[in-house]
């Protein structure tokens, strides 16, 4: 019995998912310079921009995306012949003054006249908008507050190193941060780096779990008019082009095409690393399929779906976008009732597998194995279980999608050797068929 579960689709979204965690999505650092790590009052540490004796920059975000911490950066990301000019570009000259520290030429002076000890240099944006205490708004967008946060955060475990940002800025922009915080606080502060609190590590970490919140920010509550599948093609094209590119591709999708993005990003950013299909079909099928429904069965669903199978990669998503999309919500319930059954093939959950088939007959668990195996010749395999499955009475078909689960999920590696398989079934699928022959 070769691969008993050839009708479950393959679908590479790894790769969408990927390119949201490499440098080329890091936000870009537009702020000005100011003192080498700048302690602020409550532990954390200024904007860090500032370079060294040798001109390196000390902390902050590196050229390259990554965020440099207080060890310093030893790629040369910041060479000593360039300086940080006040628009955010990088400019050819010293990098330093004659003191061996870089000039915090537009640093933000405390309003009561304080040193910089107690100073968090930030990027110079105009202040157009007041907030409800009367205060003015620094930072009106959430790519500027992220660019505050960045800098005056680096590689530090300090959960409060970006108040002084959100001080200064608007609800909208504090709004479209919260999740990116959200994300270094629970995934790496609290986290992976909970252990181990050092600058290497969180960065390692916020670039490994945190990039995708990233996008969202960068692309400061814009809008279009592309469906959610649009934006896999979009940031793999991404990959060497920088962060404004992935930011471009986000605003081009609708709000609930974002909305349906969000969620994938986050399911598969919970999984831990699994395949994010088969860690999250439901969300992955939402937004293949733009979140539409309609009135197909399970089994016209599943059928469907096997014919997408051995499709070119970017023919396959419009393939299983057009299956999930016409299927109604109950199909779809049972589908991702049944991934998850696959997913845990321990369990037994025979039963959810054979409700799909609609088993009306009267062949036994044996007759259902016995047909089963002879659709690997069937033209059309999926319509071949569904008939092998829906011949069986209820209680038949249920003790015969036990035993096919059990096998599809130990016994992958005979690849059909009927020995391998026969041996397998005795030793891990034991209950399962002597359940079959009651």
């Not at 790894?14 to 003192?35: F, H, K, M, Q």
């Amino acid at each position: 019995m070769r691969n008993p579960f050839a009708f479950v689709p393959s679908f590479a979204l790894t790769v969408a998912l990927t390119a949201c965690a490499t440098d080329s999505v890091a936000p870009v650092i537009v702020g000005t310079a100011g003192a080498a790590d700048t302690a602020l009052g409550d532990g954390g540490l200024g904007d860090g921009t500032s370079a060294s004796g040798d001109g390196q920059v000390t902390t902050g975000p590196r050229a390259d995306g990554h965020i440099a911490g207080t060890d310093g950066v030893t790629d040369g990301a910041f060479g000593s012949e360039t300086s940080v000019l006040t628009d955010g570009s990088i400019a050819d000259g010293p990098a330093v003054g004659p003191d061996g520290v870089q000039p915090a030429a537009d640093a933000q002076p405390p309003a009561d006249g304080a040193g910089g000890a107690e100073t968090v240099v930030t990027p110079d944006i105009a202040m157009d908008s007041v907030q409800p205490d009367g205060a003015v708004a620094k930072y009106q967008l959430c790519s500027q507050l992220l660019t505050c946060v960045w800098v005056a955060c680096g590689g530090t475990p300090d959960p409060k190193c970006a108040e002084p940002c959100l001080g200064v800025a608007s609800a909208s922009a504090t709004a479209g941060v919260t999740p990116y915080l959200d994300c270094v606080k629970n995934y790496c502060i609290n986290g992976k780096c909970a252990g181990t609190p050092t600058s290497q590590c969180m960065n390692d970490c916020v670039g490994e779990k945190c990039m995708f919140t990233v996008i969202g920010c960068g692309a400061d509550g814009k809008t279009g008019t592309e469906p959610c599948f649009t934006a896999f093609g979009c940031l793999e094209a991404c990959k060497e082009k920088g962060a404004e590119c992935s930011y471009a591709c986000y605003s081009k999708l609708t709000k609930a095409a974002q909305n349906q993005l969000d969620a994938l990003f986050n399911c598969a950013n919970a999984s831990g690393g699994k395949d994010p299909f088969a860690a999250c079909p439901s969300q992955s099928l939402t937004c293949v399929a733009g979140g539409k429904t309609g009135s197909g069965g399970c089994p016209n669903l599943w059928v469907c779906m096997d014919s997408c199978n051995g499709l070119p990669e970017d023919t396959k998503v419009g393939c299983l976008g057009n299956c999930w999309g016409a299927a109604s919500t109950s199909a779809q319930k049972q589908w991702i009732d049944i991934s998850k059954c696959l997913a845990a093939p321990a369990a037994p959950c025979g039963q959810t597998l054979a409700t799909c088939a609609g088993p009306k007959g009267t062949k036994t668990c044996l007759d259902a194995i016995g047909c089963w195996d002879t659709c690997d010749k069937a033209q059309k395999k999926a319509d071949c279980h569904l008939a092998c499955l829906s011949a069986s009475s209820p209680a038949e078909a249920t003790k015969a999608a036990n035993l096919l689960v059990c096998m599809g999920g130990q016994c992958k590696a005979c690849n059909g050797n009927k020995t391998c398989e026969a041996d397998c079934v005795k030793a891990k699928c034991k209950t399962e068929f002597e359940g079959c022959l009651k």
